[in-house]
């Protein structure tokens, strides 16, 4: 009945107590209950004619009088097969966690085995291991992470969050804290991180997942996911301090360099790896006529840089000519590299931008 819903929702908005005494309406679950002072544990096990099984202490608090008479009228008011309605349900309670949790954590809500059982068995919910569940249309990196025994961490948690990798495996990353074990299971291809922390399940934020990928990949990979979080807003201002005071101390000023301008990892990368080089980008710069460019070098070379995507379209390539045409009118020289070239042959886009800057001094 709608208002014996509404009666148990209300209850349960209040939180704290009536949290508590909503568990205690699951037969066969425990509770604790903070009264007077002292914390009363409870087993219930349910009475006949009653949905609450109380200690005497509660009893004495005239608002749970009223509420275990509200319920016992809620009781006589709808048949005793309608009663799971009012018990948390292992779906629902898994929805709220992030879609994955263990069995311990779902028994704190007051979910028995048997409730777990009966949801594996009905297809909502599927056991990932031992005391470990999770809804069906969980990413199969994090179940994969989650059965190997921790949390989806470094470049697998990054592209869970849209930011950009420098990486091409497929590998899984999974952080386990320090103490935690791996779990062998079938088709491991996973990475363990063995960082400090609690061993936990799901994904790590943006923070956490880009500490791990710089001690996991180094300078380069770091670099270019950190602009790329700070692209996308992932890493706020204190976010971005914390990271850095994280960092060996030689590594901060890759932090300190960044920029949240970039409009991809490739260009990340470029930028990084020029001023390693002594060379100075200036990064999207506009320019009449062209447009927005990626780089502009000694306010005479237009430097351009396509990412994974496919760039060859005719559409987007006639648009490139027409760009590099009207540039070369300005005075400009236009250099483009895709991301084979910038990830795989850089020696030879050193060597291109070099022999561009010398073409402009002889020129100058």
């Known amino acids: 009945d709608s208002r014996t819903t509404t009666t148990w929702k209300s209850f349960w908005e209040k939180g ?24 009363e544990r409870t087993r219930h096990a349910g009475v006949p004619g009653s949905c609450i099984c109380a200690t005497p202490l509660l009893l004495q608090n005239h608002r749970f009088r009223a509420f275990v008479s509200r319920m016992l009228v809620a009781r006589s008011r709808i048949g005793r097969g309608d009663h799971n309605r009012l018990m948390l349900d292992p779906t629902t309670t898994l929805h709220r966690m992030g879609g994955l949790a263990r069995g311990r954590a779902l028994g704190a809500f007051g979910i028995s085995r048997k409730a777990l059982s009966r949801a594996v068995g009905a297809g909502t ?3 990932v291991r031992a005391g470990v569940f999770a809804l069906p249309l969980t990413p199969p990196a ?10 989806l961490t470094c470049t697998s948690a990054l592209r869970i969050h849209g ?8 590998a899984v990353h999974v952080w386990l804290g320090r103490n935690g074990r791996a779990h062998p299971h079938e088709n491991c291809r996973c990475v363990s991180h063995r960082f400090d922390g609690p061993t936990r399940l ?6 956490a997942a880009l500490l791990h990928l710089y001690r996991c990949e180094g300078d380069e990979s770091f670099f270019a996911s950190f602009e790329s979080a700070w692209r996308l807003g992932l890493v706020s201002t204190a976010s971005r301090a914390r990271i850095r005071s994280e960092l060996p101390a030689r590594a901060r000023w890759l932090v300190d360099f960044a920029r949240g301008n970039s409009d991809s990892g490739l260009e990340s990368l470029l930028r990084l790896r020029l001023h390693l080089e002594g060379i100075d ?73 070099r022999g561009a800057l ?3 001094g002889d020129r100058a």
């Open 16 to 39: 704290g107590l009536w949290r508590a005494l909503l568990l205690a309406a699951v037969p066969g679950c425990t509770t604790r209950a903070r009264v007077h002072g002292r914390t």
């Open 125 to 127: 919910i599927f056991r």
């Open 142 to 151: 994090v179940l994969s992470a989650a059965a190997h025994g921790g949390a």
């Open 163 to 170: 930011v950009w990798v420098l990486s091409e495996e497929d």
């Open 202 to 207: 799901g994904v790590v934020d943006v923070e």
């Open 281 to 353: 980008l200036t990064s999207q710069v506009p320019i009449p006529g062209v447009g927005r460019v990626d780089f502009v070098v000694d306010g005479r070379l237009i430097i351009e840089v396509d990412g994974r995507e496919n760039h060859a379209a005719s559409e987007k390539r006639h648009r490139d000519l027409v760009r590099d045409a009207v540039a070369s009118g300005l005075g400009y020289e236009t250099l483009r590299f895709d991301y084979a070239q910038v990830i795989h042959d850089w020696p030879a886009v050193s060597a291109a931008i």
């Open 358 to 360: 010398r073409r402009a």
